[in-house]
C-alpha cells in the first residue's frame, strides 16, 4: 500500500466514522436549498424570467461545496498538526505533497457526493430545478472550483491553532463571499459596485460556471471563462497553500 | 564529571553505516533568554543504550528533538548517521523511529489500522504492522479504536509506531512513564531485544532505576548542559562511595556505632540506625562482633544518588 493510498484511506476512515460532520456536510446545502425553495417557491426572476431555483440551486451549490473543501481540510490540518499527527508523518520519508494529495481525493469525492444528492433534490418537482443538455460541463467546474477552495482551506488550517480559529476565519471568508458572489440572490438584483466586487471573488466565477452547465445560463464562453479563473485561483492559492504549509507550530 | 570528547568525523560519506549514531558538538537552542540547550556536546555509538536524564526543563527534549530533525540548533553541528538531520532529512528518516510523548494517532482508526498507516508511510509491507503490533503485546486490542485504548496500551501503540519500520536509531521519550509494574517490565525486554538486533536506542526517562538496567551509559541534564556522563556503574562509583549500613533499631546505640572505627556518620530513619562508611567491610565486622548481622541491610549509592545530588542544586558541574 503506498503512502498516499494510506493517508487518503485513514482519511476516508475517519470521515466515514464521524457520522455528526458527515450527516452535516451533505445536509447542510440542502437546507439552504429548503430554505430558500420555500421562500421564493413559484417565483421568477425578473430580468429573465426564469424559476428562481434556477438562480439559487446553483449558487447554493457551489457554494456548499465550496465550504465544505474549505472547512474539510482547515479542521484537519489545523487537528493533525495541534495533535502531532503531521509530526508523525513529517517524521516517516512521506513528501507533503502526497499529504496533501490525499485530502485532495478526499475533497472531490465528497465535493461530488454533494452535488449528486444536491441536484437529485433540487430536480424533485417540489423544487422543480430542469437540467440543460450541456450539464456534464460542471464537472470540470466542480474540480476546479474544489481545487481552488481547498487551497484556499490550507491556507486556512495552517495558520488556525484552534478548531475555533479554523470555523472563524473559514466563515468570515465563505459567508460574505457567498452573498457578495450571489451565491443566495441573483446578482443581477445587487448594486453595481458590488457586481464589479464580485469579480475578484473565485465564488464568483465557481457559482457561473456551476449555473452555466446547470441551467444553461450564459454562453459557453462563459463556463470556460469561469473554469480559467477558477484555475487561475487554483494556481495562485495553491502556491501559497504550499509556501505556507506548516509541519508543527515549533521551530 | 565526564563528558565523551566529540569524535572527529573519520567516516567517509560513502559509508554511513561506520561512525557514531550521533555526533554533536557543541549545540547551542534558545528560546527568547531561555538557554535551552547550552553547548551539549557527546556521541552515542553505534548499538548503544543510551540515557538521557535530567529534572523537567532541563533540555532534554529539546536536545532529542534536535537529534530527530524536528528543530533546528542554533549552533554546533549535529551528525545523525553521519547526515544531518536539518532540514527535513526524507534519506535519513526511514532510519530512524521516534516515539513522542504526546501519543498522536489517526483519529478514529483502530490500532491495526493506525498502525498499518504508519507502516505504509514507511513504505514498509503490511505484515510489519501485524509482527510490531504482536512485539508490544496488543494483539487483542487490534481492533479497538485508538481513542478507547487505556493509557498504557496508547503509550504502546506509540512505541509500536517508532518501531514498525524498523529503524536503526531509535528515540523514546519516557517510553515506560504510563505503564503498570507488569507492561513496564515487557517493555524493558522489547528494548532489550532491540538492542539485541544491534539497534541504537536513545532514551528519555525518570524512572532512574531503569536507566540503571538499561542504559549502558546516561547522560544527566542540568539546566541545559550535561552534567554527567558515563555508564551508571562508573557514575555511582565516582560520585558515592559511601556505603550504608541500616541496623534494626535497639540493636545498637548510637553511641556504640559512633565508636566503631571508619563509621562516619550516624542517623537514625524510620526504625533503622543508619551507619554510612567508606569501610563496609570493616564496619560489618565490628556491628557483627557487637550485635551479629541478623536484620543488617547494606545499601550502596544508587544513580538516584547521584542523579539527585546533581540536580538537587539546580548547578550541575560545568563542561569542560
Redesign the interface.
Same mark, same amino acid.
Request: charged share 25%; hydrophobic share 40%; glycine share 0%.
Given at each position: 500500500?503506498?503512502?498516499y493510498?494510506?493517508?487518503s484511506?485513514?482519511g476516508y476512515?475517519?470521515y466515514t466514522?464521524?457520522r455528526t460532520t458527515l450527516f452535516f456536510t451533505f445536509a447542510f446545502p440542502l437546507i439552504f436549498l429548503v430554505v430558500f425553495g420555500l421562500i421564493f417557491h413559484g417565483q421568477t426572476v425578473e430580468e429573465s424570467g426564469k424559476p428562481y431555483i434556477n438562480y439559487i440551486a446553483p449558487g447554493v451549490l457551489s457554494w456548499g461545496v465550496a465550504n465544505a473543501a474549505v472547512f474539510g481540510v482547515g479542521f484537519v490540518l489545523m487537528?493533525w498538526r495541534r495533535?502531532?499527527?503531521l509530526?508523525?508523518?513529517?517524521?516517516?520519508?512521506?513528501?507533503v505533497s502526497t499529504v496533501l494529495a490525499s485530502r485532495y481525493v478526499l475533497a472531490l469525492a465528497i465535493g461530488a457526493v454533494q452535488a449528486a444528492l444536491f441536484v437529485a433534490v433540487a430536480l424533485l418537482p417540489s423544487f422543480g430545478l430542469e437540467l440543460d443538455g450541456r450539464w456534464p460541463l460542471v464537472l470540470p467546474v466542480l474540480v476546479l472550483g474544489i481545487t481552488a477552495f481547498l487551497a484556499l482551506g490550507v491556507i486556512v488550517g495552517s495558520y488556525a491553532k484552534t478548531p475555533e480559529a479554523v470555523a472563524a476565519v473559514a466563515n468570515c471568508l465563505m459567508i460574505p463571499m457567498a452573498f457578495l458572489s450571489g451565491s443566495f440572490f441573483p446578482l443581477d438584483a445587487m448594486p453595481g459596485w458590488m457586481q464589479a466586487l464580485s469579480r475578484i471573488l473565485p465564488l464568483r466565477y465557481f457559482n457561473d460556471g456551476v449555473s452555466g452547465a446547470l441551467t444553461g445560463g450564459g454562453s459557453l464562453a462563459d463556463i470556460g471563462v469561469a473554469c480559467a479563473v477558477l484555475a487561475g485561483f487554483a494556481l495562485v492559492l495553491g502556491a501559497v497553500a504550499l509556501k505556507t504549509f506548516r509541519?508543527?507550530d515549533?521551530? | 564529571m565526564t563528558s565523551t570528547a566529540p569524535r572527529p568525523s573519520q567516516d567517509p560519506p560513502t559509508e554511513p553505516s561506520a561512525g557514531p549514531a550521533v555526533a554533536l558538538t557543541e549545540v547551542h537552542k534558545t528560546y527568547g533568554t531561555t538557554r535551552a540547550v547550552d553547548g551539549v556536546s557527546l556521541t552515542v555509538e553505534r548499538g548503544e543504550f543510551f540515557g538521557l536524564l535530567g529534572p523537567n526543563g532541563a533540555g532534554k527534549t529539546t536536545l532529542v528533538?534536535i537529534m530527530?530533525g524536528?528543530? $533546528?540548533a542554533d549552533s554546533g553541528t549535529v551528525a545523525v548517521l553521519g547526515m544531518s538531520p536539518w532540514p $527535513?532529512n526524507?534519506?535519513l528518516?526511514?532510519r530512524?523511529g521516534?516515539q513522542?510523548q504526546?501519543s498522536?494517532?489517526?483519529?478514529?482508526?483502530t490500532a491495526r489500522?493506525?498502525l498499518?498507516?504508519?507502516?505504509?508511510?514507511? $513504505?514498509c509491507d503490511?505484515a510489519a504492522a501485524e509482527r510490531t503490533l504482536a512485539s508490544v503485546g496488543l494483539t487483542e486490542q487490534g481492533d479497538t479504536r485508538v481513542d478507547d485504548l487505556s493509557g498504557g496500551q496508547r503509550q504502546r501503540l506509540a512505541i509500536a509506531?517508532a518501531l514498525v519500520?524498523e529503524p536503526e536509531l531509535i528515540f523514546l521519550d519516557e517510553p515506560t512513564a504510563a505503564l503498570d509494574p507488569q507492561a513496564r517490565r515487557s517493555l524493558w525486554q522489547v528494548l532489550r531485544d532491540l538492542k539485541g538486533q544491534g539497534r541504537t536506542i536513545v532514551y528519555t526517562t525518570h524512572h532512574l532505576d531503569e536507566a540503571e538496567a538499561l542504559c549502558d551509559r546516561v547522560a544527566i541534564m542540568v539546566a541545559g548542559r550535561v552534567a554527567a556522563l558515563d555508564s551508571p556503574g562508573r557514575l555511582i562509583a565516582a560520585a558515592t562511595p559511601t556505603t550504608r549500613l541500616l541496623v534494626p533499631a535497639g540493636r545498637l546505640t548510637p553511641e556504640q556505632a559512633r565508636a566503631i572505627a571508619d563509621v562516619d556518620r550516624v542517623t537514625e530513619e524510620g526504625g533503622s540506625l543508619v551507619l554510612e562508611t567508606l569501610a563496609a567491610g570493616r564496619v560489618l565486622a565490628a556491628v557483627d562482633a557487637i550485635t551479629g548481622l541478623q536484620g543488617v541491610q547494606t545499601r550502596t549509592a544508587s544513580l538516584e544518588d547521584v542523579y539527585l545530588e546533581l540536580t538537587g542544586t539546580g548547578t550541575g558541574a560545568p563542561q569542560p
Open positions: 500500500m503506498s503512502a493510498t494510506a493517508l484511506q485513514a476512515r475517519a466514522r464521524d487537528q495533535d502531532d499527527i509530526r508523525l508523518i513529517r517524521m516517516t520519508p512521506t513528501p509541519w508543527s515549533k521551530s | 528533538e530527530e524536528q528543530r $533546528r $527535513r526524507t534519506a528518516l526511514p530512524l521516534v513522542t504526546a498522536a494517532f489517526f483519529v478514529r482508526l489500522e493506525h498499518a498507516t504508519m507502516a505504509a508511510l514507511y $513504505r503490511p509506531s519500520h
